[in-house]
């Protein structure tokens, strides 16, 4: 029962970190960065998702950046609504911090907006405009996604994620984005080795360059070095 400060490949504008629900995230994404390729899942994230009552005990100060739930999905459509509620709740209690949310379910985000401080954030995972559904993931297609983004109160901060990035459509992932509006992009590559489907650096480089000029700021992970590299070059990782 603690509040963690944020370290390793996260993402470094988070200060802490915070997790209410243990089990496994219903998403069972193939390449869940829960999963450690040496030592497995943590055994407190593995079973039956379950809400960790003692967890809304912890006091969370003031003036952090708390990504909420980061080792799951809050919104994913198994968890239920109470739970939901009971989360946004204890966050309440601390208002002077910036709570960061993350979802590849970002249509149950509206029914909840009114319980959300007006400072908190809401990002989505976005990894490629294409289906990964029947290989890769069980969490929403990326098309609905795209679109439960675009239909957000602009009130709130939005970003979006584009992490670990797949092999993508450029015209139409940078459409996407762009319609959706977010106050910045991350974009980052896979970092586990789950020899996923990824884009060459042409791609990336054109979906960078088509958000900057659209204004959308970018925040390009050290991760990303290693497509970039691979595909063009030492010299590509300037783009970081």
């Not at 998403?27 to 030592?39: K, L």
């Not at 002077?96 to 509206?110: A, C, F, S």
């Not at 977010?182 to 650096?201: M, R, T």
């Not at 360059?209 to 970018?218: D, K, P, S, V």
Request: glycine share 6%; charged share 20%; with cysteine.
């Amino acid at each position: 029962m603690s509040l963690k400060k944020s370290k390793g490949n996260m993402y470094p504008w988070v200060t802490h970190t915070h997790a209410h629900l243990g089990g496994e995230c219903p998403h069972r994404c193939s390449y869940c960065y829960v999963d450690n390729p040496r030592f497995g899942r943590p055994e407190k994230f593995q079973g039956p998702l379950r809400l960790m009552h003692e967890e809304l005990l912890v006091r969370y100060g003031s003036g952090r950046t708390i990504f909420i739930d980061h080792c799951n999905d809050l919104f994913a459509e198994d968890v239920p609504r109470e739970w939901i509620e009971r989360v946004l709740d204890h966050c309440a209690l601390w208002p002077t911090n910036t709570y960061v949310y993350q979802t590849k379910n970002p249509g149950r985000y509206l029914s909840f907006i009114p319980l959300m401080l007006s400072t908190c954030m809401l990002g989505c995972t976005i990894e490629t405009n294409r289906d990964i559904s029947s290989t890769n993931s069980q969490a929403p297609r990326p098309v609905g996604r795209f679109m439960h983004m675009k239909a957000l109160n602009s009130s709130r901060i939005l970003f979006v994620t584009v992490e670990p990035i797949m092999d993508f459509d450029v015209e139409i992932l940078c459409d996407w984005l762009i319609q959706i509006g977010p106050e910045f992009v991350n974009i980052g590559a896979d970092s586990k080795a789950h020899n996923l489907p990824e884009p060459p650096a042409e791609k990336i480089l054109a979906l960078i360059a088509a958000l900057n000029t659209a204004g959308i700021e970018i925040r390009a992970k050290h991760n990303l070095g290693r497509i970039l590299t691979a595909s063009m070059g030492p010299s590509s990782t300037q783009a970081e």
